[in-house]
């Protein structure tokens, strides 16, 4: 119900408080002390010529920017492959402005001394679960390997958890929790019980219909004037060689090479060992000689372990192979663990996480497989490695060819390909010669290309999509976009001037009877003064809130309804295009929501969100201004035209 009075006011403030956290990631730039979260260089003067936009002393630059834009491509990249910075050059204003948002927020909390010290980050930083060592703790091994795979910098991960936190104890409680007085919301809940009552009635084309008989000067005139309405889209025939699967279909591997392979891969295809191991790590190697000692002795080696206390980190890791225990404990632990016989204790060893003492548990062999019974899995995927091979060598010969000067005819005869030529089709791949005719899903993209390349043009290589090949196109014949010629579509223009004719009868008589309807008089007798035949008028009637409770499918006379006064009368198109109707409001009653006091907590709920926005947005814009923030027009164009050449 609510999205009915804020229809005209919708704000993002509300999805900048959510997305805060990806605010910051988009941000992406080196800090310099946590302090100030890398307060930039450069003063109030003049913004260089790279610089997007400011806040206080935090800048944005082309570099940041180009970085969150790269950032927004590799994400609608997931769905669209195909997408450019085109695609997303529609987002650029609105993460510039997110950015600045940011940082108006940083450079406030800096210039009123809201700082969020090193200790606090730091302490954030050591609760990421993949920063933590084999003991639980904060690595700094552990942390390095995590910004590795993430491909983020210490200085990125700082400024998005401190543009978290900063948005968690700024803005979020200016923006939370809005209170909305009954006051204020009693009106609002009134107002959807406002009921009306009024009289409707339709204006149907075909009355006005009669009479009419367009003569060839008629139909000529306007066919001039809406000939985009006729324009047929360009059609081409297009010659498509494509170079596929089918096309490879023989190539398969040999023995030998199966062999081969069997023989490089044994990691693969041979014997594996896995080892269930205990450990303990502790800080010294005194605590842990004495560890070893005692489960060398018999004790269980959390037993043996207990004497140190806390400082004892004890854990099992199950069906591990030697790499990847290596991988977190270390080579030298590595080695000694998986040297050693089953139930057998080793240590104390240094690792990078302390001094590590290990008990051998159990050691499982699990078998391979022989030559014979790889032979398929390893068969399947050579034969796919030398298709695809093949596939890409016909490539390379064909776009030699074209690139030697060979037409279409000579490329595909040089590679021995199949070469299948299309009717006139669109664009769309459909035929209007043969409407049945549909080009194979698997060719649009050929068709895109052969529609955007010139008649003229050599032809052009296209990938078709994952593992289906490449097809070479060009344009066998070219219609070019006209209109169709008068005598084809004459009975067409007869239909369309016919109908236009009424609508234009229909809409004056339908304006004349409703300025008498407003002039005092009813719908019916308006339209006996107008002289018309129309079907009768009926009753209209509804309360605004069937309006705000029907998600947008209301008739279109009761919406009509209520955007009139009492009295007044208004014409309105009908949605499927058949007439018009008019609408004349005779009756309103104010709602009176103190009846329904549920009804006025409800829309106190709902205007709560709105409220909220607002105090955020408001808040925002006077950040903004504290902080004196702006930007570049003119950098700012100059990125934009960067972008969309791919400069």
Do not use: C
Request: no cysteine; hydrophobic share 45%; aromatic share 6%.
């Amino acid at each position: 119900m609510l999205s009915f009075f804020r229809r005209v006011s919708k704000s993002k403030v509300g999805t900048w408080i959510m997305a805060a956290i990806l605010f910051a990631i988009l941000a992406g730039f080196a800090v310099a002390d946590i302090s100030n979260f890398g307060s930039g260089n450069v003063g109030f003067g003049g913004m260089s010529g790279t610089t997007l936009a400011r806040a206080g002393d935090q800048d944005i630059d082309e570099r940041e920017m180009n970085d969150a834009m790269q950032r927004r491509l590799q994400e609608v990249r997931q769905q669209n492959p195909n997408a450019d910075y085109a695609t997303v050059s529609g987002d650029f204003d609105t993460m510039l402005g997110e950015l600045l948002d940011q940082r108006s927020m940083v450079a406030f909390g800096d210039k009123y001394g809201f700082h969020l010290s090193k200790r606090l980050i730091d302490a954030e930083i050591a609760q990421i679960p993949q920063a933590k060592g084999l003991n639980g703790q904060f690595s700094d091994q552990a942390y390095q390997q995590f910004l590795a795979r993430q491909r983020l910098t210490d200085a990125e991960v700082r400024r998005i958890i401190a543009g978290s936190l900063l948005q968690r104890l700024m803005l979020t409680p200016v923006a939370a929790n809005a209170r909305v007085s009954v006051g204020m919301a009693t009106p609002y809940a009134s107002m959807l019980l406002e009921s009306r009552e009024g009289e409707g009635v339709a204006v149907p084309l075909e009355p006005f219909k009669r009479g009419l008989n367009p003569t060839d000067a008629d139909l000529q005139s306007f066919y001039n004037a809406n000939r985009a309405r006729y324009t047929i889209p360009e059609q081409r025939a297009l010659r498509i060689a494509t170079i596929g699967p089918e096309q490879v279909a023989g190539v398969a591997a040999t023995p030998k090479e199966i062999a081969d392979y069997y023989n490089a891969n044994q990691a693969t295809y041979g014997s594996k060992e896995t080892r269930n191991l205990s450990q303990v790590v502790v800080p010294d190697h005194a605590s842990a000689s004495g560890i070893a000692q005692r489960a060398k002795g018999g004790q269980a080696l959390a037993a043996a372990a207990a004497p140190a206390g806390s400082n004892a980190a004890v854990t099992s890791v199950t069906g591990q192979t030697r790499e990847a225990y290596a991988s977190a404990a270390g080579d030298k632990a590595a080695a000694a663990a998986f040297s050693a016989a089953t139930g057998a204790v080793v240590g104390p060893i240094q690792s990078d996480f302390g001094w590590v003492v290990v008990k051998v548990d159990s050691v499982t062999q699990q078998g391979g497989k022989s030559l014979a019974q790889a032979t398929p899995e390893i068969a399947a995927k050579l034969n796919g490695d030398k298709r695809k091979a093949a596939i890409e060598d016909a490539v390379d010969k064909l776009q030699n060819a074209v690139d030697e000067g060979s037409n279409f005819t000579e490329a595909a005869a040089a590679v021995k390909l199949p070469v299948t030529t299309t009717p006139l089709i669109f664009a769309n791949g459909t035929s209007k010669a043969d409407p049945g005719y549909k080009l194979p899903a698997n060719l649009a993209a050929a068709a895109k290309t052969g529609f955007d390349i010139a008649p003229n043009d050599p032809p052009e290589l296209v990938q078709l999509g994952p593992d289906q090949g490449y097809a070479m196109v060009s344009p066998a014949q070219v219609l070019a976009a006209a209109p169709a010629p008068l005598a084809s579509i004459r009975q067409q223009v007869a239909t369309d001037w016919l109908n236009d004719q009424a609508r234009r009868r229909a809409r004056a008589a339908a304006d004349a009877i409703a300025k008498k309807a407003s002039a005092g008089a009813s719908l019916a007798d308006a339209i006996k003064q107008v002289g018309v035949s129309l079907p009768a008028v009926q009753p209209v009637a509804g309360r605004r809130i069937q309006i705000a409770m029907a998600q947008g499918q209301v008739p279109p006379p009761l919406r009509l309804m209520f955007t009139l006064l009492q009295g007044r009368s208004a014409v309105a198109p009908d949605p499927g295009g058949r007439g018009f109707y008019i609408v004349k409001v005779t009756k309103v009653v104010p709602g009176n929501a103190l009846l329904q006091p549920t009804l006025i907590s409800q829309m106190a709920r709902e205007l709560q969100q709105g409220v909220s926005e607002d105090y955020g947005r408001q808040f925002l814009s006077a950040v903004r201004a504290a902080v004196k923030a702006k930007r570049n027009p003119e950098a700012i164009q100059t990125m934009k035209a960067r972008l969309a050449t791919g400069s």
